[in-house]
């Protein structure tokens, strides 16, 4: 089947010329005839191709072989002081994480170094620094991991030899348990006996600075001045209130004092003597002495009778007023209340003199809790270093106690790790040839593939157009239109001249290669 196009001047069904008419573009069917018309060349590239990658994969790709021991933390054992948290699956994690990284640090794979040597953990001799490949072996190879919520640890090494995977990784263990007795037992001693005197050091050296600012501020003891100088500002307060009161209460009775003396007069008449009084008083104990004598209808008795009515009569007629001796003399209501008066302003002045102290005593002892409180900032700091020195240093004694205790049980003390599968030479390794020799085969294919196609595209399409434009025409230029072309030529070259090139044979090419230029 032939895939045929109209283009301009051709005659219907007829093949595009190679250089003429515009083209789109290589769909599907084109690339796939592409392929199969170069499917020689494109199995030549993949057999050479698959080949030099098959043989670099079996010489370059080994097997591993993985070594695993696993490792058992007993936690109630621990002895690292104040153990990592508390409780719960916080204080499981804090631990395996602390024994995670002390079994994976430099210097457990320095001394397992050390013990073996580096030629056991590389398997050949190196020239150069033997120690630092060894290390960069060991940190490639060690990997350390456990299960969640599990208390065991475990550490794998892959080596390309398995005797040499089992004998690096049980050295790296055996490190790890002798370097975990030395950390924790023999240099915790030592270093807690040396923080422990840096913070008995620390406690001297806050106490005497909480002593110097004590002794510089006149103060004994902060808590107890400040104490003091509140209550004594709250006493005073009190006492001042109450000579306030009584000072105005004082005021207040002697201006009404003041006011009633106004209405009160200075002097009084004491006693006034008057004769018509002292007649009357003795005609009557007359008329009782002639009682005793005469009846009382007697001429004698009657005529005193009329006397003594006279002198009555006399008297309550105010006929005696202001005769006789008088005497006059200072008002004794008067005087008193002056008295109570100068007694009332005298206590009022000293009420107000009171007041007055009082509020100076005030002042003074607002003055000196101010100057408590703006120094409590200060003290606070101090005294908290000194309780935070003195907190430190028994924790400090307590650790070192609870050290040395545990240093004279024996090597033993801190073995809280249990080695419960040690490491054996693994039976099988795993190698990544498979995924190796896959790849090989991806990579080959695509690259043949591509190659094949870069070729089918040079013959079929670049060197088809090339003849077209290269052979020169004996016709007009190709710039001419095609009329101008035969009005030019001569007579028998018009009646022969075609507007088209010779056609190209495309008899070598599949049929699906022969892509059609299609029309814009």
């Known amino acids: 089947m032939t895939r045929v196009h109209d283009y301009p001047g051709a005659p219907a069904g007829s093949a595009p010329p190679p250089g003429g008419g515009s083209r789109e573009g290589l769909d599907l069917f084109d690339v796939l005839a592409l392929a199969w018309a170069q499917k020689g060349f494109i199995a030549l590239i993949f057999a050479v191709l698959f080949a030099a990658g098959v043989a670099a994969v079996l010489l370059l790709v080994k097997p591993s072989y993985e070594a695993e021991s696993r490792l058992l933390v007993l936690l109630e054992n621990d002895p690292t002081p104040s153990a990592a948290g508390a409780g719960g699956a916080f204080m499981l994690d804090q631990i395996m994480q602390s024994e995670s990284e002390l079994l994976g640090s430099d210097a457990v794979q320095r001394l397992a170094i050390q013990t073996i040597g580096a030629a056991a953990v590389l398997g050949e001799p190196v020239v150069g620094d033997a120690d630092r490949a060894a290390r960069k072996a060991l940190q490639t190879g060690l990997s350390i991991s456990r299960e969640p919520n599990s208390s065991a640890l475990i550490a794998r090494y892959e080596a390309a030899d398995p005797d040499r995977a089992a004998l690096v990784l049980n050295a790296v ?61 709250s006493a005073i307060q009190d006492r001042l209130r109450l000579a306030a009161a009584e000072r105005d209460s004082a005021n207040a009775g002697a201006n009404a004092l003041q006011a009633r003396l106004a209405n009160i007069p200075e002097s009084i008449q004491l006693y006034v003597e008057n004769g018509a009084t002292n007649l009357l008083l003795e005609r009557r104990v007359e008329r009782e002495q002639l009682l005793s004598r005469y009846q009382p209808g007697a001429p004698p008795v009657v005529a005193l009778d009329r006397e003594i009515e006279a002198i009555e009569g006399l008297l309550a ?128 294919g695509g690259v043949a593939l591509m190659a094949g196609l870069l070729r089918g595209y040079w013959d079929a399409y670049l060197r088809a157009r090339r003849p077209a434009y290269s052979q020169p025409t004996r016709y007009a230029p190709v710039s001419m239109s095609v009329p101008a072309a035969a009005a030019y030529a001569p007579p028998a070259a018009a009646a022969a001249y075609t507007p088209h090139p010779p056609p190209v044979s495309y008899g070598d090419l599949p049929i699906l290669a022969r892509v059609a230029e299609r029309r814009a």
Request: glycine residues 6%; proline residues 3%.
């Open 173 to 233: 263990v055996d490190a790890y348990l002798a370097y975990r007795q030395q950390v924790l037992v023999e240099a915790g001693v030592s270093t807690l006996t040396e923080r422990r005197g840096q913070a008995d050091i620390a406690v001297r050296e806050a106490q005497s600075a909480l002593d110097v600012f004590l002794t510089s501020n006149q103060l004994a003891n902060f808590d107890s001045d400040k104490l003091a100088a509140e209550t004594s500002v």
């Open 317 to 444: 007629a105010g006929g005696a007023v202001g005769l006789g001796q008088q005497r006059t003399g200072v008002n004794p209501v008067r005087q008193a209340m002056e008295t109570d008066l100068a007694t009332r302003r005298a206590n009022a002045q000293a009420e107000a003199n009171r007041v007055a102290v009082l509020e100076r005593q005030l002042v003074a002892a607002q003055a000196e809790v101010s100057r408590l409180r703006d120094l409590e900032p200060a003290f606070t700091r101090l005294s908290q270093n000194v309780t935070a020195a003195e907190a430190t240093a028994g924790l400090l004694a307590g650790q070192e106690a609870i050290a040395a205790a545990r240093r004279s049980l024996g090597p033993g003390a801190a073995d809280a790790v249990r080695v419960f599968d040690r490491a054996a030479p693994p039976l099988q390794g795993s190698s990544l040839k498979k995924l190796a020799l896959i790849a090989v085969l991806v990579l080959s």
